[in-house]
C-alpha cells in the first residue's frame, strides 16, 4: 500500500494522532543510567518494535523512532559515533515493521548538545551530522523526520535543511518552551513560538510546532500564537503528561490520559493539526487523545 503525504492528508481537514514517550518505556524494559538508548536499537530490537506496536494500537497514525539522540555528536559520548547510520537504520526499520504499511513513520531527531554560539560546533558539522541521521531514518523505512524539543534557533535550521534537501521526506520541525514571568513563552535560546515556526518554515519544513514543556495546557496559547501569525501552517503539539513530581522518591507526571484528553478540543479550536505526548505519556495517554480526536 502507498502511503499519502501527511500534507495531503492535513489538506483535507483530518487530524492525526501521534505517538507518546519512549525513554521512560525503555527504563521498563531495562535500559539503565549511562546506557545509550538508541543502541537498542541494535541490541534489543524486538523491545524497541514492541515500544512503537503499542503505540500503534493505542490508536496512533504516526509513530517515532527511537533515535532522539541517534547524532554522530550524541553517540561519540557512548563510543558509538562510527555507527550513526546503522544505528538510524535500525531504529526507522523497528518503528515500520510496527506501523505496518498504512500508518506513518517519522524518524526522530533531536538537538546534538553542543552549542554553536559557545564555538563547540560549526554549522558544517551540524549539517553533516543531521544529513547522515536523516539519509540513514529514510533508508530504514521513515515517512517524515521529526526534528524536535529544539531551542537553538540556528541549530534547528541546520537540521531542517540537512532533511530536506537530501531526502524525499517530508519534514516536521518542533521547539519546547517555557513560560516567562511575562507569560509569554520562550526556548532556553529566547526564540519565540513565532520566531522559531518561521525559521523552521524559511528553512523548508512543512509542519511546525512544540513539544516537551510543562503540559498540554501551555501549549494551547503556544499554538493560536502561531496560528495567528501563520494560519495556513499546519501544526505539531506533543506534550508532556505535566511537569515531573518526586513522589515516594520516584519522579512522576501527574498528567492523566482522562486530563490530557480533556484538553484536546480547546487545542484543536486553536489550530492544532496534529496532536500527541512526550514525557510521561504512555498508551494509554495516547488512547484517550484518540478517542477525543476521533469522537
Not at 20 to 29: H, R
Not at 40 to 58: G, M, R
Not at 222 to 236: G, H, S, W, Y
Amino acid at each position: 500500500m502507498t502511503r499519502p503525504r501527511i500534507l495531503d492528508v492535513l489538506k483535507t481537514g483530518r487530524v492525526l494522532v501521534s505517538d507518546g514517550a519512549w525513554g521512560t518505556f525503555l527504563q521498563q524494559k531495562g535500559l539503565t543510567v549511562g546506557d545509550s538508548p538508541e543502541s537498542w536499537n541494535l541490541t534489543h530490537f524486538d523491545d524497541v518494535k514492541s515500544i512503537a506496536a503499542s503505540y500503534i494500537a493505542a490508536g496512533a497514525d504516526l509513530v517515532e523512532t527511537n533515535s532522539f539522540g541517534g547524532n554522530r555528536c550524541k553517540l561519540e559520548y557512548f563510543g558509538l559515533a562510527d555507527r550513526a547510520a546503522g544505528i538510524n537504520e535500525a531504529a526507522a526499520r523497528a518503528s515500520r515493521e510496527a506501523a505496518g504499511e498504512d500508518r506513518w513513520v517519522m524518524g526522530s531527531i533531536g538537538p546534538t548538545g553542543k552549542m554553536l554560539v559557545l564555538e563547540e560546533v560549526t554549522e558544517e558539522d551540524l549539517y553533516d551530522a543531521f544529513k547522515e541521521q536523516a539519509v540513514a531514518l529514510e533508508k530504514g523505512g521513515a515517512d517524515a523526520i521529526c526534528i524536535e524539543t529544539m531551542t537553538d534557533r540556528d541549530e534547528a535550521v541546520q537540521a531542517v535543511r540537512a532533511a530536506k534537501e537530501n531526502t524525499s521526506c517530508e519534514v516536521l520541525c518542533t521547539f519546547t518552551f517555557d513560560r516567562t514571568k511575562q507569560g509569554t513563552y520562550r526556548t532556553m535560546m529566547g526564540v519565540s513560538p513565532v520566531e522559531a515556526a518561521l525559521a523552521a518554515i524559511y528553512a523548508g519544513a512543512d509542519v511546525v510546532g512544540a513539544n516537551c514543556g510543562h503540559g498540554l495546557e501551555g501549549m494551547i496559547d503556544i499554538v493560536k500564537e502561531i496560528r495567528t501569525a501563520m494560519p495556513d501552517v499546519p501544526i505539531l503539539v506533543q506534550a508532556n503528561a505535566g511537569l515531573p513530581i518526586v513522589v515516594d522518591g520516584k519522579t512522576v507526571f501527574p498528567e492523566s490520559p482522562g486530563f490530557m484528553a480533556k484538553l484536546v478540543p480547546p487545542l484543536l479550536e486553536a489550530g492544532c493539526n496534529i496532536v500527541g505526548g512526550c514525557c510521561g505519556t504512555t498508551p494509554a495517554h495516547i488512547a484517550a487523545i484518540a478517542r477525543a480526536v476521533r469522537g
